[in-house]
């Protein structure tokens, strides 16, 4: 079970911007994130916990272990506003957060 | 480029079944395990199925075990998910993922996803 917070943040340009993940049990820092924009399929932004995939802008980042992670966004940029989703894949069923859901303040 | 392209979604009975395809192109398909992930209107993503890239190995999330089945033809680089006794609650968009790495199940790759409705 992944518990993401909060579920919606309102935000404005140029805000840092910290969402929480949490997991029911440790997961060995299997951790992903991913960001979806309306009506498109995710993308992956972190994974391992605060590895960043190739071509993700650097104002994103990753932390956490065991149980409690964060995806930071140093500063919110106007294509940052989307749905972003944990995932835990460190055990079968793979999970994910309910999402959080950027918007604009 | 890499690419994967969903096909085989529409309006189904309950009761009804379905077949998902998707074919990738631009990598060597064999070399990766694949999920499908599944999002209701307006909701969050549900994780449904995985098989390795050999295809020995299949996983599933326990709303669907028994009435889904993946699998996976190499030779035609194409995922398949077989969709039994469909409930209005397997309504959604199906989204074919590929894992990042041998053994990371991060996926790095989705195709654009494939509408599944069901209803009467």
């Known amino acids: 079970q992944m518990t993401q917070s909060p579920s919606t943040l309102s935000a404005s340009v140029g805000d840092r911007v910290t969402i929480t993940c949490r997991a029911s049990q440790s997961i060995s820092g299997l951790l992903a994130w991913y960001q979806q924009i309306p009506g498109k399929a995710p993308n992956l932004l972190i994974y391992?916990?605060?590895s960043l995939e190739s071509g993700v802008p650097s104002r994103f980042s990753g932390s956490g272990s065991g149980t409690e992670f964060t995806l930071t966004i140093s500063s919110l940029q106007p294509d940052d506003f989307a749905t972003y989703y944990c995932?835990?894949?460190?055990?079968?069923?793979?999970?994910f957060g309910g999402g959080t859901k950027v918007e604009i303040k | 480029e890499v690419q994967l392209l969903e096909s085989g979604g529409g309006l189904v009975q309950p009761g009804g079944s379905l077949r998902l395809s998707c074919a990738a192109s631009g990598l060597t398909f064999s070399s990766y395990a694949m999920s499908w992930v599944r999002q209701a209107p307006g909701k969050g993503l549900e994780w449904v199925s995985c098989?390795?890239?050999?295809?020995?190995?299949?996983n599933y999330a326990g709303s669907v075990k028994g009435r889904f089945t993946i699998s996976r033809d190499n030779s035609r680089d194409t995922l398949y998910l077989q969709l039994n006794s469909l409930r209005a609650e397997d309504t959604a968009v199906y989204y074919c993922?590929?894992?990042?790495?041998?053994?990371?199940?991060?996926?790095?790759?989705w195709g654009q996803g494939t509408m599944v409705t069901v209803s009467s």
């Open positions: 098989i390795t890239g050999n295809g020995g190995n299949t």
């Open positions: 391992k916990a605060s």
């Open positions: 993922a590929k894992d990042r790495n041998y053994g990371e199940d991060a996926f790095d790759m």
């Open positions: 995932q835990q894949y460190n055990s079968y069923p793979l999970t």
